[in-house]
């Protein structure tokens, strides 16, 4: 089913993340994420995306991942970054995606390497690969959308300024990057509507698993931690299961919040563990949402 099918209704969909095990030299990390992703399937998820490193790094892994779900009957939707990679290297993958049947594909720039590197070649900004996919696939698009502000933009109006040319370029939804606080979601969605951006926004969750894990995530992303999660962490940072059942409470506010407000979705970064998405769904009115 494509995106733009699965989001026209008024419910409010729910959908997971997952990615490429690394260093996975024996194939048993992979193998106990299809496990996962089966636990997944019982809550019917509108789809499951599966990201994919930028330049390609990861392309082939994440494509055999895509290939399994595809066999379990999972609907899906590969991240695809055109960082780094020429016209012919992207039209190779879109090629193997086409004869996946995969209808949906979320169409991302990607981060650019480290090491100043400056590696663009066909494609410079996601709107440009947004316009090529939309000319040569019939992919319904999604693509990243920053409640705050992409890391990189001079200032969020800015950012919601280029995240137009995505959707002018033929995007059908905006998925965001993780957010904890609900009200920089809301008052995104009106600065969109005032923009007369009108596609759905899918409201991307992280449930906290591990405080280390959350602290690298934010070197990466520009996001305000609200005073109660700031205390929560603070309070359970130490203790593994204490910090994974806060991190399953917080995200259930959020989601019983987004619910109530008529989000169009919830995507949840599932980090390759089925526990706490499965925990939340249990916790919210998640029978509203199948
Ligand atoms: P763009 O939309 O191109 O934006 C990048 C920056 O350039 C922004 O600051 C923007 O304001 C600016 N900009 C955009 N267009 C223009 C323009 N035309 N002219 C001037 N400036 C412009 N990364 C991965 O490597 N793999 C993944 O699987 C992955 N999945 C993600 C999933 C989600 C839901 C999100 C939110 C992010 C994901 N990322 C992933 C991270 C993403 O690749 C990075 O945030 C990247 O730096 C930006 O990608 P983008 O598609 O948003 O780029």
């Known amino acids: 089913m494509k995106l733009r099918d699965i989001y026209s209704t008024d419910k409010t969909n729910i959908s997971f993340e997952v990615f490429p095990p690394k260093d996975d030299f024996d194939g048993a990390k992979t193998d106990k994420l299809l496990e996962e992703t089966e636990i997944l399937k019982q809550y019917n998820p509108s789809l499951i995306s599966v990201t994919y490193g930028a330049g390609g790094s990861n392309k082939d892994k994440s494509y055999n991942i895509l290939k399994s779900l595809v066999e379990r009957n999972i609907n899906i939707m590969p991240h695809f970054t055109c960082v780094c990679s020429s016209k012919e290297q992207i039209d190779s993958y879109l090629n193997d995606l086409i004869d996946l049947n995969i209808e949906n594909i979320l169409a991302l720039r990607g981060d650019e390497p480290q090491n100043n590197d400056i590696c663009y070649l066909d494609f410079r900004y996601a709107n440009e690969l947004v316009e090529y996919l939309n000319q040569k696939t019939d992919f319904s698009i999604a693509v990243a959308g920053y409640p705050e502000g992409h890391?990189?933009?001079?200032?969020?109006k800015t950012d919601i300024q280029n995240l137009k040319k995505k959707v002018n370029a033929g995007?059908?939804?905006?998925?965001?990057?993780?957010?904890?606080?609900?009200?920089?979601?809301?008052?995104?969605?009106?600065?969109?509507?005032?923009?007369?951006?009108?596609?759905?926004?899918?409201?991307?969750?992280?449930?906290?698993?591990?405080?280390?894990?959350?602290?690298?995530?934010?070197?990466?992303?520009?996001?305000?931690?609200?005073?109660?999660?700031?205390?929560?962490?603070?309070?359970?940072?130490?203790?593994?299961?204490?910090?994974?059942?806060?991190?399953?409470?917080?995200?259930?506010?959020?989601?019983?919040?987004?619910i109530d407000n008529k989000i169009k979705g919830i995507h949840i970064y599932t980090l390759n563990k089925s526990y706490s998405a499965v925990k939340i769904l249990e916790n919210i009115s998640y029978q509203a949402c199948i």
């Not at 890391?151 to 969020?156: F, G």
């Open 171 to 258: 995007a059908d939804v905006i998925i965001t990057q993780m957010f904890f606080d609900n009200d920089k979601l809301y008052k995104y969605i009106d600065l969109l509507e005032k923009e007369n951006i009108k596609k759905p926004v899918i409201a991307g969750i992280l449930p906290i698993i591990s405080y280390k894990q959350l602290e690298k995530m934010l070197t990466l992303a520009k996001v305000t931690l609200p005073k109660k999660l700031i205390e929560g962490l603070d309070k359970y940072k130490d203790n593994k299961d204490d910090i994974k059942n806060f991190g399953i409470d917080f995200a259930t506010e959020q989601c019983q919040d987004l």
């Open 151 to 156: 890391v990189l933009a001079p200032d969020l």
